[in-house]
């Protein structure tokens, strides 16, 4: 009667050593895997080629997919909003969103030095009207055209918007998209600035993004931009920030979670 029970947990001890095995395996795979990224971008664009994007976006860590891939030629429906504890995350690829109002003339009839991108509320009338009245006025500083305009998404209501048209027939400076104004989706604001600039104003010299509560000195600026050492293309400026941790508290405003960004520390950046 001792043979069975030795022969049992002879094959209980084998079943045993087998799937250790086959885990220390798929573990030293993965490890692989992750060392070599380009092999995950490959695999990520199999799955995203509608939208085209580019492989150097798509970091190997970020394994949280996003909840709806659009098609460039159709008309996206406009993702809700979700708090980011839902795991679910808005994609930023700027050509998934429409502009309702672009006045794209505005580019077109002079060429621009500076051009200052405003994101705002919908309802935030007043920032907006106070930009107009101090340091956005002036159309020419120190000899040189300068456009000040307000970027803005979805209000989520026909009143509102109908407000927006009446002040952008009488302004001509509001640029608008179909995205919901959240502050949530301010990653998706910056992007459709981006892309308003690189496909609506391409004879810009240079852009600005700026906070409707700061007030900038705009002649400083200018006269900045134009010192001989200041470069013509791929030059980025302002409050440069580094080693900035990531928020994990929940409690704070700029709280992100790990499926959002998995890294400790951000790359480093200018601030706003």
Known sequence: PKKPLLLSWFLFLLVLVLLVSCYILSSNSLSQWDSHPLQYYHRFLNQTRRVNLPPHRVHPKH??????????????????????????????YPRNYHFIMDNQEVCETETPFLVLMVPVAPKNVAARDAIRQTWGKDSVVQGQVVLTLFMLGLSGGADVQEKLRQENLQRRDLIQSDFMDTYLNLTIKTMVIMDWLATRCRSAAYAMKVDSDMFLNIDNLVVMLQKPGIPKVDYLTGMLM???????????????PEEMYPEPQYPTYTLG
């Open 242 to 256: 580094w080693n900035r941790p990531v928020v994990r508290s929940k409690d704070s405003k700029w709280y992100v």
């Open 63 to 92: 394994r949280v997919k996003p909840t709806g891939m659009y098609e460039t030629t159709e008309r996206p429906t406009v993702p809700p909003t979700v708090a980011p504890t839902g795991a679910r995350f808005h994609q930023a």
